[in-house]
T-cell receptor
């Protein structure tokens, strides 16, 4: 299994600002995933972050709004830019789903509230 | 396209009663299906996966390819089973999640 930590655990931000969320894994993984979980809704995949290449974004998500970094095999950041109240959500980092793992492991999530 | 449907947003059962959380999927390939659970104030975690054919915390789930279903069942619900349950489909390296079912077990 993988142990995943996220920072910050929660934040309250003003409209128009940005928030960068950090995800740290205790082992080297090829693929890291960023999800959004809006209130009362399911998890929606934002993008897949591969080390050494550009992140792959899902339909409806763009790099300008959600830039991602993946500097090494144990770390990734997701930035939510130009915040609006609609961005209020829980953002989850996840690893696995391929290779030695058959399931995904999730971080504790970052709860973002935009005023 | 891949899709996972959990028709019940909320489900309440009495302690000791059987419980079934429904999940249907749509996928043209060979499906790998999972149930994830999120207890109050805890992170999302794997409950079980269909390929293991295991029973975890009394829960079982059978993949029915004919009905494209992967319902989660437990014969006797316990209070500690109260949680949010997500059905998930693995397609390639990506997971697709249902909208979740909030289970409440009434003492």
């Amino acid at each position: 299994s993988a142990v995943i930590s996220q920072k910050p655990s929660r934040d309250i931000c003003q409209r128009g600002t940005s928030l960068t969320i950090q995800c740290q894994v205790d082992s080297q993984v090829t693929m890291m995933f960023w999800y959004r979980q809006q209130p009362g809704q399911s998890l929606t995949l934002i993008a897949t972050a591969n080390q050494g290449s550009e992140a792959t974004y899902e339909s409806g998500f763009v790099i300008d709004k959600f830039p991602i970094s993946r500097p090494n095999l144990t770390f990734s950041t997701l930035t939510v830019s130009n915040l609006s109240p609609e961005d209020s959500s829980i953002y989850l980092c996840s690893v696995g789903g391929g290779g030695a793992y058959n399931e995904q492991f999730f971080g504790p999530g970052t709860r973002l509230t935009v005023l | 396209a891949q899709r996972v449907t959990q028709p019940e947003k909320l489900l309440s059962v009495f302690k000791g009663a059987p419980v079934e959380l429904k999940c249907n999927y749509s996928y043209s390939g060979s499906p790998e299906l999972f149930w994830y659970v999120q207890y109050s104030r805890q992170r999302l975690q794997l409950l079980l996966r269909h390929i293991s054919r295991e029973s975890i915390k009394g829960f079982t789930a059978d993949l029915n390819k004919g009905e494209t279903s992967f319902h989660l069942k437990k014969p006797f619900a316990q209070e500690e089973d109260s949680a949010m349950y997500y059905c998930a489909l693995k397609a390639g390296n990506q997971f697709y999640f249902g909208t979740g079912t909030s289970l409440t077990v009434i003492p």
